[in-house]
């Protein structure tokens, strides 16, 4: 599967502040959204996932103000908040979802106070678990608060609160703790010393299409991950086309539409394309037929600029390393660095560096 495709897919549906508040109203227990404030959700655009996890995590961080006032009752049958048990979920669903305005919040009966507070979302999408999800997830926690702390410094007495969310999606059911003081070889865990923090588990498959409501691009987001990861049968590619076709058309959602086709596109192999376009034909909308076509042809583009750049790349490796073994002499080891240097323009000065350079070292260095 295309990490990266998922990647933006996840970022493009909830980009938006209506959308990002839908998810939260989907995912999470009512107790934790129904004195929010609609009009406050921002979506913050930064990720506070380092370089080298950017293939295994997706993050998301959504900003919003809450009412204080009387505790809600018990939470409603939408949550899907589970812990470390999972249950699967059929994707084949009969129905379509039923767009549903949400519960209205309880009118409040007294002055409410109002509070930051923050939903941190950390998408897993890795092909398999890491026992160290919840670890990463924390760090990220302290690095918004960080953040939070030197905007506002000196004129804070306390931090907002951050809910955790660990967004999971895939086959096995997970299998590692989600306490983080269950990782920790403590000789008490629950001494009062120890970190404590366990994030919301949300696993995407135990999602049930019928019950989401909110904004078209919300639902339409949610189901689409559902299936990227999943097997598109025949009766998933009706309900996906039948959910874009009750959206109304207006150029956001036309442009949302595309999004999703190219997803896809680029996710799925060809035969369960075949069975996205067939149903297409069946019901006559031929709109998602020609966003198919028209992403299929640019992937295929993209395919042949990337190989052109790869034949490029590897003719330089080859001169570079002819060239310094000629005048210099190389060890495999160089020659291994060398061939796994894709930089085109650093390749480029050390072939100019060459020709005046008295050691291979200068050359070396210069593709560093």
Request: glycine share 2%; charged share 25%; proline share 6%.
């Amino acid at each position: 599967m295309s990490i990266h495709a998922y990647n933006n897919f996840f970022q493009k549906a909830f980009a938006t502040p209506q959308a990002a508040l839908d998810l939260v109203r989907n995912i999470l227990p009512q107790s934790y959204w129904h004195n929010l404030d609609p009009v406050t959700v921002t979506v913050i655009d930064k990720s506070y996932i380092s370089a080298n996890l950017k293939k295994q995590y997706t993050d998301l961080l959504i900003s919003c103000t809450r009412r204080e006032t009387d505790p809600l009752p018990p939470d409603s049958s939408n949550a899907i908040h589970t812990t470390s048990q999972t249950t699967s979920v059929s994707t084949s669903q009969a129905d379509l979802p039923q767009l549903q305005a949400p519960p209205p919040p309880p009118a409040d009966t007294k002055t409410p106070t109002k509070k930051e507070i923050l939903f941190y979302f950390l998408v897993e999408h890795k092909s398999y678990q890491d026992r160290w999800s919840v670890l990463q997830i924390l760090r990220y926690c302290f690095a918004i608060w960080n953040d939070y702390y030197l905007e506002h410094k000196g004129g804070i007495t306390t931090l907002p609160e951050i809910v955790p969310v660990l967004f999971y999606h895939d086959t096995p059911a997970w299998g590692h703790p989600l306490q983080f003081a269950d990782l920790v070889a403590a000789r008490d865990p629950h001494a009062y010393h120890q970190v404590r923090c366990e994030p919301i588990f949300v696993d995407l498959k135990q999602l049930s299409l019928d019950k989401l409501f909110g904004s078209y691009r919300a639902i339409l987001g949610l189901t689409v991950l559902g299936y990227l990861k999943e097997t598109l049968t025949p009766e998933a590619a009706r309900n996906i086309l039948e959910t874009m076709r009750r959206c109304e058309p207006d150029p956001q959602s036309r442009e949302f539409f595309a999004a999703c086709i190219e997803a896809f596109c680029r996710v799925k192999e060809k035969k369960e394309l075949d069975v996205l376009l067939s149903e297409a034909d069946k019901i006559e909308y031929t709109t998602i037929k020609e966003d198919a076509m028209t992403y299929a042809e640019e992937l295929i583009l993209e395919g042949q600029k990337r190989g052109k750049l790869k034949g490029k790349i590897e003719d330089k490796q080859q001169v570079l390393v002819r060239l310094l073994n000629k005048k210099f002499g190389l060890s495999a080891a160089e020659e291994e660095t060398i061939s796994r240097v894709t930089d085109i323009e650093a390749l480029d000065r050390a072939l100019d560096e060459i020709i005046t350079s008295e050691t291979k070292a200068d050359v070396l260095a210069l593709l560093q």
